[in-house]
């Protein structure tokens, strides 16, 4: 080839040379810049990148009754994640607009239905801003994603950098009602509860610590048990620039599943409890349409182990996970002082006080036998005459019902709940000792917390002289100051007002206005002292009946019956009565029972009351008709028709219904205690309950074919 041929090619050789030097030349100056020139700009940003190790949630352990009856798990749901690491890809001028365009989407499928895009739009940025400190993780915008939503986000996904559905493990309580205020519910963390779930013994010895954004229970077993349902959290890396704006993330170790809870429930046992109290709610509301509240516990009177544990209204778990409309929040938590009683978040069971009524006549009884103040055949002349003289009788409480049950004794007295012996018993033990019921009260469980392995338990009221003079003392002492308050400010406020009177009319007129408002401070710190601070003889009636200031829960009811049949043991009751293994199924703590004391009274006076009680449900007894088409039942049990209010008042009108036994009368194994608001005579409807409740329980079946 000669020179002229080779020329061109010549030419496109050093053209291409010339190029490949330009493109080294500005890689060399480029690499110049980035590593020279500015070299120490962006070390200084790589230094700022730091390393985040981030706890990633773990399926949440099952809970199961006794049997392994499934009552709560975690199922796989769809929800609408809002993810910053993805977000971060839109521009940082545009991310806003992607969160509203996301807010036109899912519009139609918001909770709530009235509300414009435009507040969609904020109610999703105020949840990002409310987990700023967690930007790695994804924002839940939206619970239960419908598949036709999916379908609309799946289609506009390059419009919605940052935007997902993803399956997660939501909790599910397929049993709805069945045990929901006992098994509660899981919600996020608050910033007040951090400090309270960290002061968890289990949690401090593993040296977990609970922070922002962790799932716990807000009550029941879900609380109590929090820390070995949630099982292990996974370990996530997370690379976080200096502006915190997620760069990468890594999984370490993943996470663990929580254990699986036992409860010591019988979920059929509480089924039919959780019927038969609605049945008899429903009946009783035919007359009275203000009747919707009822507890009943069933309990195993040798070891403390809840066995059926109800409270009506019914709790629905399900229906306060995710987003909790307006509606259903007023259904649980009434924002109006009037329905809050009507709360269907409330363990009545565990949290409701209420007077017991006749049924705490055994106590009564159990003391004056106790200090040898009577014998049981000791008889009584069922009048208002036997309480003494004039004075005695107008402090006293007459027989229920117009009733006269003749001369009575201890068992006679139990099984016609008759009034007036038990206010002379109650008298006499008043008089020698007026300490000795409520001491003896709280040996079977009254007026104490049990220490059940439940959160929010009530302690309720055990009354005696003492605590009647500390309890108006300070009841006393503060009207006293608030009456004081209440005189200086009138005075302060009509003293310049009397001095520049324009004339005598006129300060006549103000010095009338004057008294008046002195007369009703002094009138309102009358009424909050009238109350004496000692003990009186109708104190000693009243609460000797189970009325006064007696007030009590259902659990403790029910503790307090057991303890009587079972030789005087008083356990602490449980619900929960062991962890399991969720992969394996083995036993990794079991719980053992535990007895709080062994009671004063004698053997011998327990076995008298438990005759007395016998006596309830046979012959004139007040529930001897409750069982009689049960020929398999033995037992025992008392009535309680108890007043709500003072007498001469609205709700000295209104009685609950109240009911406590104990089944089969040789070697007990079962007690009951329940009540039912509104109910009138217990043995008509909270015993209608704890008939069904042995039948389920011991396989007895009616003769009238139930």
């Known amino acids: ?33 980035l590593q020279i020139a500015q070299g120490s700009y962006y070390t200084a940003m790589a230094k700022g990148n730091v390393m985040k190790l981030v706890k990633v949630p773990p399926t949440r352990g099952d809970i ?9 798990t975690s199922v796989p749901q769809f929800v609408l994640h809002l993810d910053w ?81 993803d399956a997660i493990p939501v909790r599910d309580y397929p049993k709805a009602t069945l045990l929901g205020q006992l098994l509660g519910y899981v919600r996020e963390i608050s910033d007040a509860e951090i400090t309270q779930f960290n002061k968890d013994p289990d949690a401090q010895a593993a040296g977990f610590e609970y922070a922002q954004g962790d799932m716990v229970g807000k009550m029941g077993v879900e609380k109590s048990y929090d820390f070995w349902l949630r099982g292990k959290e996974g370990i996530q890396q997370v690379e976080v620039d200096n502006n915190a704006r997620p ?73 306060l996970i995710g987003l909790i409309s307006e509606e259903t929040a007023e259904k649980y938590w009434p924002q109006d002082p009037k329905h809050a009683s009507q709360a269907a978040s409330l363990n009545r069971a565990l949290t409701g006080l209420y007077p017991p009524g006749s049924t705490f006549k ?38 229920w019902g117009g009733n ?143 009325q006064g200031y007696n007030a009590y829960t259902p659990i403790q009811l029910a503790n307090y019956v057991a303890t009587m049949v079972n030789g005087g043991k008083h356990y ?34 327990l076995e008298q009351v438990k005759l007395g009680m016998r006596e309830v449900t046979q012959g004139e007894g007040t529930a001897n008709w409750l069982f009689s088409d049960v020929p398999e039942y033995t037992g025992g049990a008392k009535t309680g028709t108890a007043q709500i209010g003072s007498k001469n008042t609205i709700s000295g009108e209104i009685y609950n219904g109240v009911f406590v036994a104990f089944a089969p009368y040789d070697h007990p194994q079962v007690a009951f205690a329940g009540v039912v608001e509104f109910g009138g005579h217990g043995g008509e409807t909270a015993g209608l309950v704890a008939k069904a409740a042995f039948m389920k329980y011991f396989g007895w079946k009616s003769t009238n074919g139930g």
């Open 247 to 319: 760069v990468s993330k890594q999984i370490l170790h993943p996470a663990e599943a929580g254990k699986t809870v036992q409860l010591t429930i019988d979920a059929e046992l509480q089924k039919t409890v959780d019927d038969t109290l609605d049945q008899v709610i429903t009946n009783i509301q035919k007359e009275n349409p203000a009747a919707h509240a009822g507890a009943a516990v069933v309990m195993d009177v040798n070891t403390g182990k809840i066995l059926a544990m109800t409270s009506r209204p019914g709790m629905n778990p399900n229906e």
């Open 362 to 399: 055994m106590v009564t009884a159990m003391s004056a036998l106790q200090m040898n103040l009577t014998t049981p055949n000791e008889r009584i002349d069922d009048k208002l005459s036997s309480l003494g003289g004039l004075g005695a009788q107008q402090q006293g409480i007459t027989e």
């Open 572 to 605: 602490q009751p449980f619900v929960v009565e062991k962890l399991l293994d969720p992969l394996t199924g083995e036993t990794v703590k079991q719980f053992e029972s535990k007895v709080l004391n062994n009671v004063s009274v004698s053997p011998e006076v």
């Open 85 to 165: 690491m993805d977000l971060q890809q839109a521009k940082s001028s545009d991310w806003k607009d992607v969160v509203r365009k996301l807010a036109e989407y899912i519009k139609p499928y918001w909770p709530n239905a009235n509300q414009s895009v435009e507040s969609i739009t904020e109610d999703i940025l105020a949840n990002i801003q409310n987990h700023q400190w967690e930007r790695y993780r994804p924002v839940i915008i939206l619970d239960e994603v419908v598949p036709e939503l999916q379908a609309v986000i799946a289609e506009h996904q390059e419009e919605l950098p940052g935007v997902s559905v």
């Open 404 to 546: 006269y049950f003749g001369q009575v004794n201890l068992y006679r007295a139990l099984a016609n709940s008759s009034n007036i012996y038990f206010e002379i018993m109650g008298r006499r033990v008043f008089d020698d000792n007026p300490e000795t019921i409520g001491r003896i009260a709280r040996e079977f469980g009254l007026g104490i917390e049990s220490g059940i392995d439940l959160p929010g338990e009530a302690k309720g009221i055990s009354p005696s002289a003492e605590w009647k003079k500390s309890y108006f003392t300070n009841i006393h002492e503060n009207a006293a100051k608030s009456r004081d308050e209440g005189l200086a400010k009138i005075e302060s406020d009509y003293a310049p007002r009397l001095e520049q009177a324009a004339d005598e009319a006129t300060r006549q007129q103000l010095q009338n206005e004057k008294d008046a408002e002195v007369k009703k401070v002094n009138d309102l710190y009358k009424l909050r002292t009238a109350e004496p601070l000692d003990w009186r003889p109708y104190d000693s009636y009243n609460n000797s009946i189970g």
């Open 1 to 33: 080839m000669d020179d002229k041929e080779r020329k061109p090619y010549m030419y496109r050789l050093w053209s291409l040379g010339a190029v490949v030097i330009l493109v080294f030349l500005i890689l060399g100056i480029n690499l110049w810049r």
């Open 64 to 72: 199961v009754d006794r049997n392994g009856t499934l009552l709560v």
